[in-house]
């Protein structure tokens, strides 16, 4: 978490047997944003190495709305 944004990260555990997966992995899937103007909060996918804001969900107040779209979202996990 930094001041203003809470970065949301899957963590998988090493698999025997697998190439690249010898080791603990952990990919950042969302960025929750807070927006000091309106006061509420943003959902943002990861591109590269930036995050994007989602243009199709609308900011809230209420953050269990936004993780719920992640938790939804099925190429986040």
Known sequence: MTDRSVTIYEVLPPREGCPGRESW??????????????????????????????????????VRVLLSVVDSEPCAA
């Not at 807070?34 to 199709?56: A, I, M, T, V, Y």
């Open 25 to 62: 992995r952990r990919d950042a899937i969302a960025r929750l944003r807070f927006e000091d103007e309106s006061g509420s909060w943003s959902l943002h996918w990861p591109s590269g190495r930036q995050f994007r804001r989602d243009p199709e969900i609308a900011e809230t107040t209420d």
